[in-house]
């Protein structure tokens, strides 16, 4: 089947504009992850959903970052007033409801800030 | 103190070698551990999960977890260059994913 689906692939904004990104899961996994990768750097924790509800929005670095999913299936991911340090790809994952399910990441938007 | 510690490398290595990467953690809570291959301008896709200590084994690639010295690790035989790509731990606990760094891994045919 299809796999975790994030648009758009990349994106170029200027500075202080909003972005919207956009996140299509595996279709019946329950719990949905935002993370941020910067340019040699490891994954950094934004988001956790389970259903429709974000138990853990630890991660997010400032009230700029916002993130909502509907229907138990799409989310977006919101930064408002962008600024260059946003720069990064963003990437989604989805899992199954099984405890020990592994994450699958989607491909990515890659956000630049100019 | 990071909870995963994974050396970025780059790892140079001729083709046909044996490759052995590895991650120490330090939380004795965590449970699943999970090894991703990312290509450039990819994300990481699922490799290898196991939850025991001991050994998993898949085609080329096994997976080794030592949960008394917190340590795993990923080895590759016979490598090829469709191999080079940045190799990356993670671990879980609740529901929450903890990930390395990420080794860098060229192949040389």
């Known amino acids: 089947g299809a796999g975790v689906s994030q648009s758009p692939s990349n994106k170029v904004t200027e500075k202080g504009k909003d972005v919207e990104l956009r996140c299509d899961p595996i279709s019946g996994h329950t719990a949905l992850y935002w993370y941020r990768q910067s340019l040699g750097q490891g994954l950094e924790f934004l988001i956790y959903?389970?259903?429709?509800?974000?138990?853990?929005k630890s991660g997010l670095p400032s009230d700029r970052f916002s993130a909502e999913r509907t229907g138990g299936s799409v989310s977006t991911l919101t930064i408002q007033r962008t600024q260059q340090e946003d720069s990064a790809v963003y990437l989604c994952?989805?899992?199954?409801?099984?405890?020990?399910?592994?994450?699958?990441f989607g491909n990515g938007t890659r956000l630049t800030v100019t | 103190q990071k909870e995963v510690e994974q050396d970025p490398g780059p790892l140079s290595v001729p083709e046909g070698a044996i490759v052995s990467l590895n991650c120490t953690y330090s939380n004795s809570a965590f449970q699943y551990f999970m090894w991703y291959r990312q290509y450039s301008r990819k994300g990481p896709e699922l490799l290898m999960y196991?939850?025991?200590?001991g050994n998993k084994e898949d085609g080329r690639f096994t997976a080794q977890v030592d949960k008394s010295s917190k340590y795993i690790s990923l080895f590759i035989r016979d490598s090829q260059p469709s191999d080079s790509a940045t190799y990356l731990c993670?671990?879980?606990?609740?529901?929450?994913?903890?990930f390395g760094s990420g080794t860098k891994l060229n192949v040389k045919p």
């Open positions: 959903f389970q259903g429709n509800s974000a138990p853990d």
């Open positions: 196991t939850y025991s200590s």
């Open positions: 993670a671990m879980k606990h609740f529901n929450k994913f903890y």
């Open positions: 994952a989805s899992r199954g409801e099984a405890y020990n399910s592994p994450l699958h």
